[in-house]
């Protein structure tokens, strides 16, 4: 490897590359000011980025036709997630059609990374990645969501519920 060294004067000098920087730095900013249609930027509150239907968001939990909840408690999605931010406790469900239901559900919101591994693992559609993505909170809020949060927060309207259909499991004997 050759390495060619600069040796003019000008080179010496650290004044002319600061003021290079500066003009580019002046130049751009003029071109904004005076230019605002062509600005990239949005002004976040008042406008919203639109995100593609493939954005994976805050987390949702999918109900049936009655109302309950879509998870078996399989712990596919707890065993799948390489953040390890998701809990899930088990019981048995009164219904004897039914093996078992989760009494406990819940994700460390800030420990996840939005993978989506958890989507992709649950074989019921029990669980997906919703376009929300925006979590306020003040510091020391709690950021572990539970079963209440996940499916059936105010602006999920009741829930969200599941595309796999109820009647053809039963059915099939599934």
């Not at 650290?14 to 005076?34: D, E, R």
């Not at 593609?52 to 707890?78: E, I, Q, W, Y």
């Not at 376009?131 to 809020?141: D, L, M, R």
Request: charged share 20%; glycine share 6%.
């Amino acid at each position: 490897m050759s390495v060619v060294k600069n040796d003019s004067q000008s080179s010496q000098w650290y004044l002319p590359g600061i003021l290079t920087g500066l003009v580019i730095t002046a130049k751009h900013m003029l071109k904004n000011i005076f230019n605002k249609k062509d600005m990239i930027t949005i002004n976040y509150p008042e406008q919203k980025h639109e995100y593609s239907p493939r954005f994976k968001g805050n987390h949702v939990l999918t109900v049936k036709k009655d109302g309950s909840l879509r998870c078996t408690a399989c712990m596919l999605c707890a065993t799948n997630c390489p953040a390890e931010c998701i809990t899930i406790h088990a019981s048995e469900h009164p219904d004897a059609a039914v093996e078992k239901f989760p009494i406990s559900y819940e994700i460390d919101m800030l420990r996840c990374v939005f993978c989506g591994f958890c989507e992709e693992a649950c074989p019921v559609d029990a669980i997906r990645l919703g376009p929300e993505w925006q979590t306020p909170g003040v510091n020391g809020a709690n950021f572990n969501y539970d079963i209440k949060h996940l499916a059936y927060r105010a602006n999920l309207k009741g829930g969200v519920q599941s595309v796999v259909d109820d009647t053809e499991r039963h059915k099939s004997g599934i």
